[in-house]
């Protein structure tokens, strides 16, 4: 479970505090999942480890506040 709270203003994203990782449960360590920003986007990142197949699922909850 990933949390990140990100703002935009004026087509900027920005991650507000850190990026909480509340569970990682993986068993290959180079495993990994991130939230980060780039330009007005908000990214979602995954990365499998090699020689693997991966089926990737997520679920994404936006909450917009204010306007």
């Known amino acids: 479970i990933i949390i990140a709270t ?4 004026a087509g ?24 980060d920003v780039t330009g007005a986007t908000a990214r979602v990142r995954v990365t499998g480890a090699a020689s693997n197949n991966i089926t990737w699922h997520g679920t994404v909850r936006v909450l917009q506040v204010g306007t």
């Open 6 to 9: 990100i703002k935009n203003v």
């Open 12 to 35: 900027v994203a920005t991650i507000i505090g850190v990026v909480n990782n509340l569970v990682a449960q993986e068993d290959q360590a180079l495993w990994d999942a991130t939230i």
